[in-house]
């Protein structure tokens, strides 16, 4: 196995003997922690870092699923060939399509190559349609306070800043104020919600779906909310965290995570307030890191572990988006990682750098996406 040289970007600029003991320290507990930590599909060729808490050692490079089709996954059999180890789904992802898919992967034997994790899509969604119903039917004066609530949260968070939203997809503000709406409108008008139905029994209900249609009987991992947006959405739901210890005790479900785009600073500082989650997978990358770095240090120090996704997207829109790409954001990773790698490239490396970073989820469309990326794992980060 080539052995990650990751240390966390501050020590690239700490020069002398001290910083020198610290990257020699922080390699013997890598080496101590990598010896514990729970393997599969070993790779010589693949580089592999412990996943907080859960000990799972998965891969640098790990496969989004959001293409993943009973029609598009042989790559992702080239990719785990090739030591990658964890695989990323959600029933959102392609109407189903994307866990169907991914059930050819790991049909029988295969499923115990690979780390898997699967989302509860459903449950943002179907909160925010409960709480728009309620807000529709308050009086005009009603609603304006509540989008005051909104505005202030918005601004307390900065989270419309351009550099920390970064707009990796189409109605991601739109989800944002839906969410922040929600929580203003839950915590003056949650009674009117059956919460046990609403918030614990339709996450049991598609972890179960989740696990027909992957054909397998347990998850290595469970993120909900997925693309939580907020530190509240993770901090003021006991029926979540009452859900996950039905699912872990039956055995469906091995550890308890979350997705965020938006805010990933602070929902990432509220799953380490919640005591609850082993990992999370958010938005970090070279344009956002300014919002996320706190969050990183204090996720770092409660051993939560985190996947870094959304990575390229704020400099470089994908290869068939048609979108031109940000020359500021573009200039930002040209200067930061110099050389001749693609832009894209450019980003997984400069994320791979951060010590508090386990992997960097990379949506692996094709077989030429899988050949671009996977050799960054273990690259020189230099």
């Known amino acids: 196995m080539s052995t990650p040289q990751a240390v966390n970007r501050r020590e690239f600029v700490r020069g002398g003997s001290a910083a020198a003991l610290a990257v020699a320290l922080e390699a013997k507990a890598a080496s101590k ?30 496969c989004g699923g959001n293409t993943i089709a009973p029609d598009n996954f042989r790559h992702v059999e080239e990719a785990i060939e090739r030591g990658l180890n964890y695989l990323d789904t959600a029933p959102a992802y392609g ?32 909160r925010n349609a409960i709480f728009k119903a309620i807000y529709d039917s308050l009086a005009g004066s009603e609603q304006a306070k ?34 922040l709406l929600s ?3 839950e915590r003056k008008y949650g009674d009117r919600v059956d919460r046990p139905s609403e918030y614990r029994d339709r996450l049991l209900a598609s972890v179960d779906s989740s696990l027909r249609a992957l054909g397998t009987d347990y998850l290595d991992l469970l993120m909900v909310p997925h693309g939580a947006n907020s530190a509240y959405e993770v901090t003021a739901f006991p029926e979540i965290f009452e859900a996950f210890e039905t699912l872990r005790k039956a055995g469906k479900v091995r550890h308890f995570g979350l997705s965020a785009h938006s805010d990933p600073g602070g929902v990432l500082e509220g799953a380490v307030e919640s005591g609850q989650y082993s990992a999370a997978m958010v938005a970090y990358n070279i344009v956002n890191h300014s919002y996320v770095d706190a969050a990183l240090d204090r996720a770092q120090a409660a051993d939560l572990g985190v996947i870094a996704m959304k990575v390229a997207r704020p400099c470089h829109h994908g290869r068939d988006h048609g979108l031109p790409n940000d020359p500021r954001r573009v200039a930002m990773i040209e200067q930061a990682v110099p050389g001749e790698l693609s832009v894209p490239q450019k980003c997984y490396l400069w994320v791979l750098r951060d010590a508090r970073v386990a992997a960097v989820n990379s949506e692996l469309k094709n077989s030429a996406m899988v050949a671009d990326n996977l050799p960054l794992a273990g690259a020189k980060r230099a």
């Open 183 to 185: 929580n203003a409108m």
């Open 33 to 62: 922690s990598e010896a514990a930590g729970e393997w599969r599909n070993r790779n010589p060729d693949m580089a592999y870092r412990r996943l907080g808490r859960t000990n799972y050692m998965v891969s640098e490079i790990v």
């Open 95 to 126: 109407r189903g399509r994307s866990e169907l898919g991914y059930a050819k992967v790991i049909a029988g034997s295969k499923r115990e190559r690979v780390f898997l994790n699967t989302k509860v899509s459903v449950w943002g969604s179907n």
């Open 146 to 179: 509540v989008q005051s609530k909104v505005s202030e949260e918005l601004e307390r968070r900065k989270a419309l800043d351009p550099d920390h939203i970064c707009h990796y997809f189409g109605g991601q503000e739109g989800a944002l104020r839906a969410s």
